[in-house]
């Protein structure tokens, strides 16, 4: 009986203390959201709620002259398809690349597959470094070094893609059945062999859906690095958005190509992942 | 086969103890013992799956376990291996988990578009029907229920062209006409190819039916090695390290005991 009541005691303190962390959290929280929003509002020039009214006017602005200038958007279209035909080729081009190096980096940071066990630890602080320097800052460097041309900007997005998508693929690899792996093992299968065979058919479907998502970020990101002169759609942007009134059209159709291209990427993931899956349903 | 002075210590704790025993000629042997006697870990390390602390195992004259790389991949595929819980390759389809059983001796072209023969194709096909599943061969191998898997596993140590089959606990996951099935098959394979099989069992009926020859282990040590017909209830008591007589009914999973076993009800409720 004695037992039963120090268990109950035992709970309920457990229970009080899960409660008084969550309620630590909680202000913790509220208190960062305001001292951040203090400090932030002291070192702007305007004060947060007076640009807050202000707000809706350049997007507004850049409706109306779209809507003024309609008859003419097809025409912008149509200009602006090479330019975001060129981010999307930074995209492509950056996503493969670094998905490559990521896959070779997973395996390499991925404890219990056979690897040299040293290796693992290394392999995961250089994902870690790669993911940390943002691209801008590469791209910029490397803008430096190389001069203005989309190579720069490619090498930038390539660089951080190994090191994000490499995580997530080690991550995947980390949930894997080494069962299977064993199985493989027993039958003679050299080490190549057993990551070909026995893990790569488990991690396809789940590093097909990150490396697509990381497609859709990396248009994102090539479209930022045309700001630092990497060309691409974001030169146009930065030269439209740069001229204010007058080029509010132009703005909106790069605008529309850009979401329609992301929307684009997303079904085309969902496609390619429904494919899988179905085939798993369909045996 | 010859080992002699087999021993795993895994840290403080000795799982396989000093084991030494030889097959002569092709046999069927069953390993019994309790959950941790270390039955596994003598299977495993045979394969080389798992790596011996201490002694030898000799085959045609050669240590196995001195053998690295290639030579010792070649040792793996020549005692295939099957495992309780099957380790085939979730999503992958039947047939070409049954020829996974080739890839010793691909080279890395080859392995890396999975290209596999004509010749490959058949005799895992052929390997299949064997088994009586070749109807499931392009299902994937997840979709397939346990006795289904195993024999997909036991299909594959067939396409590796194996010298002798390591079975651990392959029935151990499985309800009673599965196993059988499972069984009868390595018993069949004993026979028609006369080759050695050797299988963990942790039922003592299925030891007795299906094995020319049984070892018995405890605490890592060989305690038993005879006929099954030499398994009396003092040695059956001296294998599982028990106090009183095992009644062999009980534990049973086959299913003519099935009847045999049925639980008797007592009239009167034992006082508690």
């Known amino acids: 009986m004695a037992v039963a009541t120090d268990l109950h005691a035992d709970l309920n303190s457990m229970e009080r203390r899960r409660k008084l962390y969550s309620a630590v959290v909680l202000i913790a929280v509220i208190s960062v959201i305001f001292s951040g929003y203090g400090q932030a509002n002291s070192m702007n020039s305007g004060g947060f709620l007076d640009g807050l009214i202000k707000f809706f006017d350049y997007p507004s602005e850049i409706v109306i002259e779209a809507w003024e200038e309609k008859l003419g958007l097809p025409a912008l279209f149509w200009k602006f398809l090479p330019a975001m035909l060129e981010t999307l080729n930074i995209a492509a081009v950056a996503t493969i690349l670094g998905g490559v190096c990521a896959l070779i980096f997973a395996f390499l940071g991925t404890a219990n597959l056979g690897v040299w066990p040293p290796l693992v630890p290394i392999a995961r602080r250089v994902m870690d470094i790669m993911r940390a320097f943002p691209e801008l800052i590469i791209a910029l460097f490397l803008i430096f070094v190389l001069g203005t041309s989309p190579v720069p900007a490619m090498i930038a997005v390539a660089f951080h893609t190994t090191g994000a998508l490499g995580k997530q693929f080690s991550e995947v690899n980390d949930n894997l059945d080494r069962k299977a792996v064993e199985g493989l093992q027993a039958c003679g299968a050299n080490w190549f062999q057993r990551m070909r065979y026995g893990v790569i058919p488990q991690v396809l479907p789940n590093y097909l859906s990150y490396f697509m998502l990381r497609f859709e970020i990396n248009v994102r990101a090539s479209a930022i690095l045309g700001f630092v002169g990497a060309g691409g759609i974001g030169t146009e942007l930065r030269r439209t958005i740069g001229w204010g009134q007058g080029a509010g059209d132009e703005t909106f159709a790069l605008f529309i190509l850009l979401i329609l291209t992301i929307f684009l990427i997303d079904q085309a993931s969902s496609y390619m992942r429904a494919r899988i899956t179905e085939s798993d349903r369909s045996t | ?272």
């Open chain 2, 1 to 272: 086969m010859q080992i002699d002075n087999l021993t795993k210590s895994f840290g403080r704790v000795t799982a396989v103890d000093n084991v030494s025993f030889s097959i002569d000629k092709p046999q069927m042997v069953g390993v019994i013992g309790r959950s941790g006697a270390g039955k596994s870990t003598l299977l495993r390390m045979i394969n080389r799956l798992t790596p011996a602390t201490e002694g030898q195992i000799l085959v045609d004259g050669t240590d196995v376990l001195t053998l690295n790389g290639a030579a010792r991949r070649r040792w793996q595929r020549d005692c295939a291996m099957i495992f309780q819980q099957f380790n085939l390759v979730p999503r992958l389809d039947v047939v070409t988990n049954v020829m996974l059983g080739r890839l010793n001796g691909h080279g890395l072209l080859k392995s890396l578009f999975s290209l596999f023969g004509q010749e490959e194709i058949e005799r895992a096909v052929a390997a299949l029907e064997r088994l009586g599943i070749a109807d499931q061969a392009l299902q994937r191998a997840e979709t397939l229920s346990g006795g289904q898997q195993q024999r997909v596993a036991i299909a594959r140590a067939l396409t590796q062209d194996p010298k002798m089959i390591l079975a651990d606990e392959p029935i151990a996951s499985l309800d009673p006409l599965s196993a059988e099935v499972v069984m009868k098959s390595l018993r069949e394979i004993h026979e028609r190819d006369t080759m050695t099989v050797v299988c963990n069992l942790h039922t003592l009926d299925t030891a007795r039916a299906y094995c020319d020859r049984v070892i018995g282990m405890l605490h890592g040590k060989l305690v038993f090695d005879g006929k099954p017909s030499e398994l009396t209830p003092s040695a059956v008591r001296d294998i599982y390290g028990a106090e009183q007589e095992i009644d062999e009914s009980t534990t049973s999973t086959a299913l003519r005991s099935a009847k045999k076993s049925a639980p008797v009800m007592t009239a009167e409720p034992v006082p508690a």
